[in-house]
């Protein structure tokens, strides 16, 4: 499966959800696909086609994620 793929299908079905089970959907889709096989490079080109599926993303590759607030703790 290819990132386009991936991207789709999370497209077409997030539509049907309801706001409440989102991000629950997108990383148990996440957690199937990579049972699946899907590589975790394969999981790094599909970052930037949705916020809630890049989260569920980062979540299961463990990437740090940046906030826009962070906080200089130096100062």
Known sequence: MNEEQIA????????H???K???MAAERY???LADYGV??????E???TESNLDEAIS??????????????WDE
């Open 21 to 23: 089970h989102v991000e």
């Open 30 to 32: 996440v957690d199937t």
């Open 59 to 72: 979540y299961y590759l463990d990437l740090d994620s940046v906030d826009d607030d962070d906080e200089d």
């Open 8 to 15: 789709d299908i999370w497209t077409m079905f997030k539509e």
């Open 17 to 19: 959800l309801d706001k």
């Open 46 to 48: 599909v970052l930037g």
């Open 39 to 44: 590589s975790d490079e394969v999981f790094r």
